[in-house]
């Protein structure tokens, strides 16, 4: 039966990869874009590489919750089915700045837009189970700690750090999530994709931008970065797992802070606050 999938931050690097393989085995493919004209050409690419499958394309910023709460409603209006939801959407920000609905904006793209667009799908997914949930994380997330005291990053930002910080909660509410859908033929990972060559830190001042050049020497491709999302997307060797951290197709375990179940309900707490749920 036809999987229809639908994937954010598809239209450019490991989201644009992974949509291309994805359409390539025949699955219906819906990508979200900032814009229109990223998401009709990253669209027009994917369907080329798919031997001339048809993309559904979806446009949201999703640093606003209005948006994220539009783009869910389009998708229920107009996909009756939905099998796989990834989450792979996100941004770092070399200075702080905020979203429109007041949060530290790191934050409010890497975490929240998921948080919230997974709790709006999710009785959709219910309806498709077999279902899967699959969210982009990163190693980025070792060291980090969620700042329950500064969640705004008010007092101090670094903007490596902060991403690390939103990684980590990646991984707590893929965590959480997974422990409450069992039962209800979901399931829900993560995976760390490895350092690859994309545009996510650039336009953060020179400095960046000349660090993720010099990496690109010992950068993966995108293509290489998005073949565990693609295989935890696909493969019948995954259909039954829940609440892992994978890379390179392999179940590997988190850092101590990303397994504690305490901080995980919590920032589910929290989270729910923040989107309003």
């Not at 107009?78 to 700045?97: C, E, F, T």
């Not at 101590?256 to 707490?269: H, I, K, P």
Request: with cysteine.
């Amino acid at each position: 039966m036809r999987k229809h999938i639908l994937i954010s931050g598809a239209t450019n690097g490991i989201g644009l990869a992974a949509a291309e393989a994805l359409a390539a085995t025949g699955a219906g493919v819906a990508i979200v874009g900032r814009s229109e004209a990223s998401a009709r050409v990253a669209a027009a690419r994917i369907s080329a590489a798919a031997k001339g499958a048809t993309i559904a394309t979806f446009v949201a910023d999703l640093s606003s919750q209005a948006a994220v709460r539009a783009l869910a409603a389009e998708v229920l209006d107009r996909w009756p089915k939905l099998d796989v939801l990834i989450n792979n959407a996100g941004a770092i920000y070399g200075s702080r700045q905020l979203s429109t609905d007041g949060f530290e904006l790191t934050w409010a793209v890497n975490h929240l837009a998921p948080f919230l667009l997974t709790a709006l799908l999710l009785d959709r997914l219910k309806a498709s189970a077999p279902a899967r949930i699959i969210t982009t994380a990163s190693n980025a997330h070792r060291g980090a700690r969620i700042p329950f005291d500064d969640v705004n990053a008010e007092t101090s930002y670094g903007g490596l750090r902060r991403y690390g910080e939103s990684k980590l909660a990646n991984i707590l509410f893929t965590a959480e999530l997974a422990g409450r859908l069992e039962g209800t033929g979901i399931t829900a990972n993560c995976y760390h994709p490895g350092l690859v060559a994309t545009g996510i830190n650039r336009k953060n001042g020179l400095l960046m931008d000349l660090g993720m050049t010099a990496l690109r020497v010992v950068a993966r491709s995108p293509q290489t970065g998005a073949d565990t999302l693609v295989w935890l997307a696909t493969s019948p060797a995954v259909a039954d797992v829940s609440g892992q951290y994978f890379f390179d197709r392999q179940q590997q375990p988190p850092s101590r802070e990303a397994q504690d179940r305490e901080t995980a309900r919590r920032l589910w707490e929290l989270s729910e606050r923040q989107c309003g749920l």
